[in-house]
């Protein structure tokens, strides 16, 4: 299985972002590195959902948030490693939605928040068309 | 001709050996993409679609400028300007139907069929919510089968204790989700929903039955008596596989029968011994002026076929007496006596009152007439039987002169029907039978009057422990028909 490592400060600042999105979905980017199948993330980033519409139960990451981040990230010589979003009172488990829109070689973090938090946080990433959940580890800073 | 810089994003980096940035040369982004296109195999169908377009699910960056938002891929491009391939993020919790039945199961028990059965036995309500059509394949054994679409509707008429635990069924689990949604909305304190419905119920070899339901032609026909609760298909079936006898085909018979007939009863007895006459026309509606000198029973029957081709009708053209009457009347659920003399009336009354079949009776007279039912054996109330009230006929000198009475002929319309709703009522168990009550209509002063009626304890018919006294065959005491 592969990893992902997250640091606890990362997945609090997750879980603050997702429960004050909540209803809506909240996403953004995993900035991190990766290499040999492993993953590490060092920040996450939050970006807008220019899905105005459904913001209940769909994300589209504002493209520009998208730019920016990568040059933040490639000047600390860091890359995008994946995508975060939340499934508001829906299991941490990709849609069919999730799947049909993910890119190979990203990792796709998504937490499963109700009105009471945080209920599930898991990591896929897509091989061959399929998602297969990561291991993630939780690192002290 | 320019040389740019293309950032590549970490999905796209297998086509680029993993580098994330490739110098190309172009004169505009369109150029780029496809030198980029040509350099590494592959990447290029990845952002371009088959004719030359941007693919939608990524967006190019020229600088800080969505080439979208410039002249798209014809926006020139300079020297040691930056292209960017922005993949695009997206997705979400799926269809707004998942994140609902998230929702729901988070407040809806979900059960086994095993489990279903052991809390049916334990007193809790099976409620299978899938179509008439899904049902006629098999449901399980003591399912309430109310379908979805009238649930909210009909639930409480099936379940009135909103204590009382309900397990709701469909054929996988999912419909039955959001109908014990509905359900726990209305006030029901316990609703659960079985898991894989009933095509797990049937591979766990949980009890079920293959009920019978009303076929298309049927379900149009009584649409109107399924969309009532009190009736609904297993009503509607129970009028199907009921036996009505009505004695006399004439001015109570007549409307007694025919809405019956539309009602669906299945089988409408018909007992009478009588020609059509042309004075029967003015209230006897069976018949038809064509039909004058031809028999009633037949007669009603033609009408009464036309109407309702899957009513059985059984014709006795024949008087009832004391040889006939327990003959005739094996098998029938109800009988509606519209006869018009006294001999017939009480043999009418001690057969029922010896077989315990409910005599529903009904009389007119010029502008008024009587409704009740005569049914001592009836379990929620105890009534009279027509000899509790009147014991013997009476002697021949104070009989009605019948052939002088006459009648409103609208008024065994009237009457007729009457009869026929508490026949509908005793067949189909709801509401309260006309038993101990005799119901007086009065035409011309447009009232009724209702009176109870007292049983006789000392009744030689009806009384407990009586034995039956055996028929009587009374003389005719008027010749001539008031209805
Ligand atoms: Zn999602
Ligand atoms: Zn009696």
Redesign the pocket.
């Known amino acids: 299985m592969r990893t992902l490592s997250l640091p606890e400060d990362a997945r609090a600042e997750l879980a603050t972002m997702v429960r004050e999105g909540y209803p809506l979905e909240t996403c953004g980017l995993l900035v991190g590195r990766q290499a040999n199948g492993q993953v590490e993330v060092q920040t996450v980033v939050q970006s807008r959902n220019i899905n105005r519409e459904r913001a209940e139960d769909r994300?589209e990451l504002d493209p520009h948030d998208f730019l920016v981040t990568d040059k933040r990230a490639r000047a600390d010589g860091l890359e995008i490693v994946g995508v975060w979003?939340s499934?508001p009172d829906h299991p941490a488990r990709?849609?069919e939605?999730?799947r049909v829109a993910a890119w190979e070689g990203w990792s796709y973090v998504?937490i499963s928040v109700t009105r009471d938090g945080v209920a599930d946080l898991r990591s896929w990433r897509l091989d061959s068309e399929q998602f297969v959940e990561e291991q993630i580890q939780l690192c002290p800073r | 001709m320019s040389t740019v810089t293309v950032r590549i994003p970490t999905p796209l980096r297998s086509f680029t050996d993993g580098a994330d940035e490739i110098r190309v040369e172009g004169t505009t982004v369109d150029d780029v993409l496809k030198a980029l296109g040509t350099a590494h195999a592959g990447l290029l169908e990845r952002v371009m679609s088959p004719r030359g377009e941007l693919r939608n699910f990524v967006n190019v960056y020229l600088g800080s400028d969505n080439v979208r938002s410039l002249d798209g891929l014809a926006t020139p491009v300079a020297d040691n300007d930056v292209v960017s391939i922005v993949p695009a993020v997206a997705?979400?919790?799926?269809k707004a139907k998942d994140r609902r039945l998230a929702k729901i199961k988070s407040s809806i028990p979900e059960i086994t069929p095993v489990q279903a059965v052991e809390l049916q036995h334990e007193g809790a309500a099976v409620l299978d919510v899938r179509e008439a059509d899904e049902i006629s394949q098999g449901s399980p054994v003591g399912a309430y089968r109310l379908g979805r679409a009238y649930l909210e509707l009909r639930i409480e008429d099936t379940v009135p204790d909103m204590d009382r635990t309900i397990l709701v069924m469909c054929s996988g689990g999912v419909r039955s989700l959001f109908a014990a949604d509905a359900i726990k909305q209305l006030g029901y304190r316990d609703v659960r929903s079985v898991i894989g419905g009933f095509s797990r119920w049937k591979n766990d070899g949980q009890p079920f039955e293959v009920p019978r339901v009303l076929d298309a032609d049927a379900r149009e026909r009584y649409s109107r008596h399924l969309l009532m609760p009190e009736i609904g298909e297993a009503g509607q079936l129970k009028l199907i596989d009921s036996k009505v006898l009505l004695l006399g085909a004439g001015g109570l018979g007549s409307p007694a029968a025919f809405y019956l007939a539309a009602a669906g009863v299945g089988t409408l007895g018909l007992v009478d011994d009588d020609i059509v006459d042309r004075s029967n026309l003015q209230r006897q509606i069976l018949h038809t002026d064509a039909r004058i000198g031809t028999p009633k029973v037949a007669s009603a029957r033609a009408t009464l076929e036309a109407l309702n081709p899957a009513v059985k009708v059984i014709e006795h053209q024949t008087r009832l007496d004391s040889s006939n009457v327990e003959e005739i009347f094996s098998g029938f659920d109800v009988i509606v006596d519209g006869s018009d003399n006294f001999p017939t009336r009480y043999l009418v009354n001690d057969a029922c009152v010896k077989l315990g079949i409910p005599n529903v009776h009904g009389a007119v007279y010029r502008f008024e007439g009587q409704i009740s039912v005569f049914w001592p054996a009836y379990e929620k109330r105890r009534g009279p039987c027509y000899r509790c009230l009147y014991p013997e006929p009476p002697p021949a000198e104070m009989a009605p002169s019948c052939a002088e009475a006459g009648v409103l002929g609208i008024l065994p319309g009237v009457v007729g029907l009457l009869e026929a709703v508490e026949a509908i009522k005793i067949l189909l168990g709801i509401g309260e039978p006309l038993v101990g009550k005799m119901l007086y209509y009065d035409a011309l002063r447009a009232h009724f009057t209702e009176l109870k009626l007292e049983p006789d304890p000392e009744c030689p018919y009806c009384s407990e422990g009586a034995q039956f006294p055996g028929y009587v065959d009374y003389e005719e005491l008027c010749a001539v028909s008031n209805a």
């Open positions: 994300y979003h499934h990709p849609s939605t999730d998504i | 997705g979400g919790a799926g």
